[in-house]
């Protein structure tokens, strides 16, 4: 068979092996990795670079105090500008003009805005974007000076806006105090309706009487020295009553317990009336008035003398006599009675006893106090519960001590007692004429130089070096002005309502008053018939 020309002849393909293909595509791809790794390097690098730069940059930004305190710092110039707007604001205020006031106030609200924007994107202030706003500021603190709003004359109106807010808070503290005092002294209209009905019905019920004279069977238990013996000088029937209801209702041996009550000539028939018609759990009850005793006279007892004296009586009421220098609270009417003065003459009111607890009519008795009888008062004649916890309550509080017979016989730091709840030894008070040297401090107090007023001084000068301490628990002191600790009066024998928010008045503290109305019988019927609830 013939050929064919070499014209006409296919042309033979070649064929290469599947490795050979695998081997150049490979070494394509790994020079095309290399050409591009080699490509990006550098600019990976710079922007790595730049992005750490720019990181720390913002970073030097947030800090806001450096940012502050910077002079050339544009957020410290508004901070700057905004405090002495809201000063301007304020004196605006005060001069009324409050149009000023309100445009000042509103651009403080601008600069907060642009403060609190460039805090929230975390970059400092620029003086383009703040150029507005720092202008504007600065054209209203300028004219706040054309208001003459300077410095001096805001140091000036602040001077004398101060100086009159002080005037006016001792002149509205003056009247509160001279307030507070009239209300402290006046007497309920339910306490004068009950005097006056219990006056009505002894003089018309003929059983008090013959009660009364059921009464002196027990005589012998006023003078027995074994029984509980218990005084209460008032002229406060419900008070009284209070007083002897609540020690009655805690006391293990009431039987045991006996209660003398002094008053006086308008405040005896009711007072007799209302204890005549009223049972206290067997308690024995003595109603006496001062006015029957004859060795209380002005030649006997200095300070009745003085009580007598219209210039005593005339710096009691008004204080005219000092310029007004004596502290209100010392111008009652009840340093005038008598009924005030009295303990200092315990043993001539009761000659019989040998010991006694002195009661106020203002306190509430909430423990059996027979313990009080047995208490050793080591050779002392006064029982007191001290004060001194509180620096005020020592003797220079109450004595002048620049007077050289107080330097010369007491120490100004000496510890205070109160009066209310005290244990007295008659006994050692009639060997140490305690009453006689209370005689002799109050004659040499005529032109009040020892001390200004009240029964408290003398009796710290009194009793000084004769008093034994007791436990705080028997006497827990102020509920009549001031927030007493609640576990002092869960442990307090009795509570005193000393201050002038007395429990039966409206000005009481409406904390404390359960604490002495769970001792009243509202549903009595006297006290419904007066109103009292």
């Known amino acids: 068979m013939r050929r064919r020309p070499m014209d006409f002849r296919r042309p033979v393909r070649r064929r290469f092996s599947k490795a ?6 490979g070494l394509a791809i790994l020079l095309f990795i290399v050409i591009f790794s ?5 600019g990976s690098k710079a922007a790595l670079a730049q992005g750490s730069f720019r990181r720390n940059s913002i970073t030097e930004g947030l800090n806001i105090t450096e940012e502050m305190l910077s002079p050339v710092s544009i957020s410290r110039q508004l901070g700057d500008q905004i405090s002495l707007a809201k000063a301007f604001v304020v004196i605006a205020k005060e001069s009324n003009n409050l149009q000023f006031a309100w445009e000042l106030s509103a651009q403080i609200r601008q600069s907060q805005i642009l403060l609190s924007d460039a805090a929230t994107r975390r970059t400092p202030l620029t003086a383009r974007e703040s150029e507005t706003v720092i202008r504007d500021m600065a054209l209203l603190l300028f004219q706040a000076q054309q208001f003459h709003y300077d410095s001096a004359t805001m140091i000036m109106r602040l001077k004398a806006k101060i100086q009159s807010l002080e005037e006016q808070a001792n002149s509205v503290n003056e009247k509160s105090l001279k307030y507070g005092q009239i209300a402290a002294e006046e007497v309920p209209k339910s306490l004068y309706c009950l005097g006056v009905r219990l006056t009505v019905e002894w003089f018309k019920n003929s059983n008090f009487q013959r009660k009364l004279t059921d009464r002196r069977r027990i005589a012998e238990k006023l003078k027995d020295s074994h029984l509980y013996h218990f005084c209460v000088f008032s002229d406060n029937i419900l008070a009284t009553s209070v007083v002897v209801n609540s020690t009655a209702t805690n006391s293990i041996h009431p039987d045991m317990v006996v209660f003398h ?4 000539e308008v405040n005896y028939a009711p007072m007799k009336a209302w204890f005549s018609m009223n049972n206290f759990r067997g308690v024995t009850v003595e109603v006496q008035k001062f006015e029957d ?31 007004g220098r004596t502290p209100i609270k010392y111008r009652n009417p009840k340093y005038l009675s008598m009924l005030n003065h009295l303990r200092f003459y315990i043993p001539e009111v009761f000659p019989t006893l040998e010991k006694v607890v002195f009661l106020d009519d203002d306190v509430v008795v909430q423990k059996d106090l027979s313990e009080l009888f047995s208490i050793d008062l080591k050779g002392n004649v006064n029982g007191a519960v001290e004060t001194c916890m509180e620096t005020f309550h020592r003797y220079h509080k109450y004595l002048n001590c620049s007077h050289p017979l107080i330097r010369a016989h007491f120490d100004p730091d000496a510890c205070g007692w109160a009066f209310g709840m005290n244990v007295f030894d008659l006994v050692e008070w009639r060997k140490r004429n305690v009453t006689g040297i209370y005689h002799y401090w109050q004659e040499r107090n005529v032109d009040r130089t020892l001390w200004k007023l009240g029964t408290l001084p003398p009796g710290l000068l009194t009793f000084y070096g004769i008093t034994e301490p007791l436990d705080p628990k028997w006497h827990v002191l102020g509920l009549g002005y001031k927030i007493v600790d609640t576990e002092l009066i869960e442990k307090g024998a009795v509570l005193h309502f000393n201050g002038n928010s007395k429990p039966w008045l409206k000005i009481g503290m409406e904390k ?3 604490l002495w109305d769970k001792y009243v019988d509202y549903s009595h019927p006297m006290l419904e018939q007066c109103n009292f609830h």
Do not use: I, R
């Open 293 to 323: 005793y004859s060795w209380l006279n002005a030649s006997y007892v200095p300070v009745l003398k003085q009580l007598q004296d219209s210039d005593t009586k005339n710096y009691y009421f008004s204080g005219n006599t000092d310029d």
């Open 38 to 42: 080699q490509d990006k390097q550098p």
């Open 261 to 264: 009550l002094v008053t006086d």
């Open 512 to 514: 404390y008053k359960p």
């Open 20 to 25: 050979f293909w695998l081997t150049l595509f």
